[in-house]
């Protein structure tokens, strides 16, 4: 009795742990009931119909990436590339994914190689080996179309890397050195003929900064000559008008003593005869003078008469 017992709680317990399944996060499980796709299982705990119902497989939510194997293909001007791709993709509908086509990845790897062959096979050298975002998207695209009815949905899909023969790539690398010594002969070429310019610019510049320094020396040379003989026309000026208005005066006081144009012209042929005193000094008279020279004696006379006795 007691082992029937014992029996029954075993049975029981394997019921149980058949009919409750503990799925993880971010997987889900595809449920048939009798042969036939039933639900699908949730992230949790879920319970299931003993011998009924059955798990055929769990699928993964997360984004996954599948590596295609290099594949040899020949561009349009007949090179032999060798290419290869990763394919990152995820699955949105867990149910297709199943009963839409038996293996996904697999089916993904072969839509990218028929893709790829006829994708480069309308490409050149130069246009496969710069085209990598072309060709990704144009693999993508493919992929989309094929993969729509699988459940599953492309995210990128990325060109790792392009080898072309060894001797393109060593007439490639010879390219490229010539071309990086051409680069740095223009380089060095276009670095001498600016400093030539700047050189250029330079001397010019400090000609015209001289020429501008001159011609202000110049201008302020002139601008001082100028004031100065401003400042010594003007000191001759005051120095006339100072001698004006001297004699002014003295002619002046002279008629304010009574003296009248004669005494006055008396006094200055008195001045003139002591000058003509010396050797060496010739006095000349205007034709004007000559004729005052009558009245001379006259005045002399009344110059003689007013001294005192």
């Keep these: 009795m007691i082992y029937v017992v014992f029996l029954i709680l075993i049975v029981i317990v394997l019921i149980v742990m ?12 595809v449920v048939e009931r009798l042969g036939k796709y039933n639900r699908l299982l949730t992230p949790g705990v879920n319970v299931l119909v003993p011998f009924i119902d059955n798990v055929r497989v769990y699928h993964d939510l997360r984004i996954q990436q599948a590596n295609v194997p290099p594949q040899t293909v020949i561009t349009k001007d007949n090179v032999q590339v060798q290419i290869d791709t990763i394919i990152f993709y995820q699955i949105v509908a867990p149910d297709q994914a199943t009963y839409g086509i038996s293996d996904y990845v697999y089916g993904v ?53 392009i080898k072309p023969p ?16 051409k680069r740095a002969i223009v380089l060095e070429a276009e670095a001498a003929k600016q400093d030539v310019i700047l050189r250029s610019e330079g001397d010019k510049q400090s000609k ?28 001759q000026a005051k120095a006339i008008q100072a001698v004006a208005e001297a004699e002014k005066i003295r002619i002046e006081l002279l008629r304010a003593a009574g003296l009248d ?12 005869s002591e000058i003509a005193k010396g050797a060496a000094n010739k006095v000349f008279l205007p034709v004007s003078a000559v004729d005052t020279l009558g009245s001379i004696g006259a005045i002399g006379e009344v110059f003689k008469a007013k001294k005192p006795e």
């Design 18 to 29: 058949l009919s409750i399944k503990i799925v993880p996060q971010q997987r889900v499980g």
């Design 109 to 161: 790897r072969n839509i990218t190689t028929a893709t790829l062959r006829q994708i480069i096979g309308n490409m050149e050298l130069d246009e496969t080996l710069s085209g990598r975002e072309r060709i990704s998207s144009n693999i993508r695209l493919a992929l989309d179309e094929a993969t729509e009815k699988w459940g599953v949905r492309i995210e990128r899909v990325e060109v790792l890397d």
């Design 166 to 181: 060894l001797d393109i790539q060593e007439a490639m690398d010879k390219q490229m050195k010539a071309e990086r010594s």
């Design 208 to 235: 015209i900064l001289k020429a501008e320094g001159e011609k202000e020396a110049r201008i302020r040379q002139a601008e001082g000559l100028r004031q100065a003989q401003e400042l010594e026309a003007l000191g």
């Design 261 to 272: 144009e004669n005494v006055l012209a008396y006094r200055s042929f008195e001045a003139l």
